[in-house]
């Protein structure tokens, strides 16, 4: 007579539960950047914060969860998973009232306690997943270290999948607010199934019950709110009104206009990249009325590129003279926005994808080069290293110039970030010239040009009133501050969070809360 063969399917549904929680921890994380980030900025205190709270959240989850599974009688892993979709329903719900009572603790803290408020108990509940799977797929098997290994295998493989899937799927195709929904109701769905597979150890009428009422709970919680957020989002300060509104892989696009001041805005999360007036739509940032008399003192320019796009403004001031223009914006959002509402009109190429990546498929050569990609969050520092700096002088022509626009506190050219830009420029470019924007205030736009050849904006063709202003905007930064900025040790984004903190709290008190949150 054979000996009976266990079953090598018996615990699937195991292994099912466990790669879906895993996706779900990793989904709720990144979404959580989609959240927060509108209201303190794409930066690394964004992603820090997000990744220690995900951390602390499964650590206590794993604890709990493996003193629960060791103790608990009629509790279940459907009591669990039924409870982390409860609590993942509501933070769609909790996201304006957290941001508004954390503000006041600034950009750091607020960062860390809003998003410790919002994720910490849907990720807690999602860590306890293991530890009960662990419980019960051992109590059937002989290998405890194969067993324990497979299903952490398993929950990580899920956590990969669901990191791809959003990024690469989810994100383009749907909002952030219907994936967290989505992802709720899955986990109710989950917990229902999981509640028939537990049936030999819990009575299955006791855990539907549970899971019913989690569920009833949440529908009512999603019927009550939905209104509300609707109202939410459509409710608008008298001043400024959403023309324009685009979640994209890289954030929230929007365009807004204030007709009492004839302004229209181009933002992404809460980061001013275009300003124009109405009723003409000319530019109306003034470190681009310096940008462009560039080719007035460098005559005789053909070809121009410009990194980071924003509304397109300069691509129809360098056609008056002339200039034939690539540009490269990384977000699909943003060039639609310059296109539809602010004129946007491309002269030359027009590449869509990370500057870094792109300017590797380019040839030039160029005259100009303008790399404006600030934003006020923090910038996409690994475009301003000295790696990039090198890339993109191969692009210009021995004449070329390389105009570069960043933000900061001036501190009387003693800030270390713009130090720090002014020596990394200076390691590739032997001539710098450095103007601000605007001379009576201390947080600015600063434009650097660099050149290998000698510059003299007295020589060319600005007339005296013009080369007096710009004149006024010359400042000399004292480099012996700064920090040279490469791939492998770059501390510009820390050196910038005064910056961005200040940035942050200008537009919310320009334009409204109302207008970053989600």
Avoid at 13 to 27: K, P
Wanted: glycine fraction near 8%.
């Amino acid at each position: 007579m054979q000996p009976i063969q266990p079953n090598r399917f018996a615990n699937f549904w195991l292994y099912c539960t466990v790669f879906f929680t895993g996706a779900a921890v990793m989904i709720i994380e990144l979404l959580g950047t989609r959240l927060i980030a509108p209201f303190y900025g794409a930066s690394l205190y964004v992603w820090a914060s997000l990744i220690s709270v995900t951390m602390i959240a499964l650590a206590i989850g794993y604890f709990v969860g493996g003193y629960w599974a060791d103790r608990a009688k009629l509790a279940g892993l459907a009591l669990i998973i039924g409870l982390a979709g409860l609590l993942t329903l509501l933070i769609p719900g909790l996201v304006q009232p957290v941001l508004l009572s954390t503000d006041h603790l600034g950009l750091k803290l607020g960062t860390f306690m809003s998003t410790l408020i919002l994720f910490t108990p849907s990720l807690t509940l999602l860590g306890m997943v293991g530890p009960f799977a662990v419980k019960r797929i051992t109590a059937n098997l002989a290998g405890v270290g194969t067993s324990t290994g497979s299903i952490y295998a398993v929950s990580t493989v899920g956590s990969v999948i669901g990191t791809l899937f959003l990024g690469f799927y989810l994100f383009p195709q749907v909002g952030s607010r219907e994936i967290i929904i989505g992802l709720a109701l899955g986990l109710f769905m989950l917990a229902f199934i999981v509640a028939f597979f537990e049936r030999d150890r819990i009575p299955l009428i006791k855990s539907l019950s549970f899971v019913s009422s989690l569920f009833l709970i949440g529908l009512s919680v999603l019927l009550v709110t939905a209104p509300l957020f609707t109202q939410q989002l459509t409710q608008q300060d008298n001043d400024y009104q959403t023309r324009f509104e685009r979640e994209s892989l890289y954030g929230w696009v929007r365009v807004i206009d204030n007709p009492s001041l004839n302004l229209r805005l181009l933002t992404a999360d809460a980061s001013t990249i275009g300003a124009a007036s109405i009723s003409h739509g000319e530019n109306v940032l003034t470190y681009q009325k310096i940008v462009e008399m560039i080719p007035s003192f460098a005559p005789d320019m053909k070809q121009a590129l410009l990194i980071g796009q924003g509304a397109g403004h300069m691509v129809s001031t360098l056609e008056r003279y002339g200039i034939s223009t690539d540009t490269i914006e990384i977000d699909p959002a943003i060039d639609e926005a310059a296109r539809d509402h602010f004129d946007f009109i491309p002269t030359g190429q027009t590449l869509i994808g990370d500057a870094r990546y792109e300017i590797r498929k380019l040839k030039g050569p160029y005259d100009l080069i303008i790399l404006d990609v600030f934003t006020g969050g923090s910038e996409p520092v690994h475009l301003l290293t000295h790696e990039t700096i090198e890339q993109i002088k191969t692009l210009l022509t021995p004449q070329g110039l390389l105009a570069l626009n960043f933000v900061a506190f001036f501190e009387n050219g003693q800030n270390p970030a713009l130090a720090s830009v002014a020596k990394t420029l200076a390691q590739s470019f032997v001539h710098q010239l450095a103007f601000i924007s605007e001379p009576d205030n201390d947080f600015n736009d600063f434009i650097f040009i660099a050149s290998r050849q000698p510059l003299a904006i007295e020589q060319g063709l600005l007339d005296p009133q013009q080369l007096t202003w710009l004149q006024q905007r010359r400042i000399e930064i004292d480099q012996r501050n700064g920090t040279l900025l490469t791939d492998n040790f770059n501390p510009l984004e820390h050196l910038q969070g005064n910056k961005s903190e200040h940035y942050r709290r200008m537009m919310v008190d320009m334009i409204g809360t109302q207008f970053f949150i989600r």
